[in-house]
């Protein structure tokens, strides 16, 4: 899908779903991971996120036109257009906006690469980072700690 038939389909989804025209631009952002969409209060535009459309397809990037949709007519008529807001939420419910859009990545676990093991009680400790012992105990005993690779017995 392009740009100009994003357009076309936010216009569309606009006269059916609030009966008001949509008159500012519409475009996919490549960048967006974290949000499906977003509405600018300055320029009136909308971005939608391009991961959201390959990943779920034309039902899902709807409802989330439909939300951005939301905050620009309520914006542009002066109402309650932030999610917190009871307009917001009453229109969203109307129309069948997505309230949160899907997760498009799963966040990757860092695996922990450092042990620390006391040496008086044998308390585990596991960190990402590289931790100096000598600044630190054992908050169980107040031992002494050893750092050991996590791949290193």
Same mark, same amino acid.
């Given at each position: 899908?392009?740009? #100009?038939?994003?357009?076309?389909?936010?216009?569309?989804?606009? &006269?059916?779903?609030?009966?008001?025209?949509?008159? *500012?631009? =519409?475009?996919?952002?490549?960048?967006?991971?974290?949000?499906?969409?977003?509405?600018?209060?300055?320029?009136?535009?909308?971005?939608?996120?391009? &991961? #959201?459309?390959?990943? *779920?397809?034309?039902?899902?990037?709807?409802?989330?036109?439909?939300?951005?949709?939301?905050?620009? *007519?309520?914006? &542009?008529?002066?109402?309650?257009?932030?999610?917190?807001?009871?307009?917001?939420?009453?229109? &969203? =419910?109307?129309?069948?906006?997505?309230?949160?859009?899907?997760?498009? =990545?799963?966040?990757?676990?860092?695996?922990?690469?450092?042990?620390?093991?006391?040496?008086?009680?044998?308390?585990?400790?596991?960190?990402?980072?590289?931790?100096?012992?000598?600044?630190?105990?054992?908050?169980?005993?107040?031992?002494?700690?050893?750092?050991?690779?996590?791949?290193?017995?």
């Amino acid at each position: 899908m392009t740009d #100009q038939e994003l357009q076309t389909w936010v216009e569309q989804i606009s &006269l059916a779903s609030f009966q008001l025209p949509f008159r *500012h631009r =519409a475009s996919f952002n490549r960048r967006l991971r974290a949000t499906g969409g977003r509405y600018f209060t300055g320029s009136h535009n909308i971005e939608i996120s391009w &991961l #959201q459309w390959e990943k *779920h397809g034309a039902e899902e990037v709807e409802k989330i036109i439909k939300h951005e949709l939301c905050h620009y *007519h309520l914006h &542009l008529a002066k109402r309650g257009y932030r999610h917190r807001d009871a307009d917001f939420k009453y229109w &969203l =419910a109307r129309v069948g906006g997505s309230r949160y859009c899907k997760a498009v =990545a799963e966040k990757q676990k860092e695996p922990y690469r450092y042990r620390l093991l006391c040496r008086s009680c044998g308390m585990q400790y596991m960190r990402k980072r590289k931790v100096d012992v000598s600044r630190y105990v054992c908050g169980k005993c107040r031992g002494k700690l050893n750092l050991q690779n996590v791949d290193s017995p």
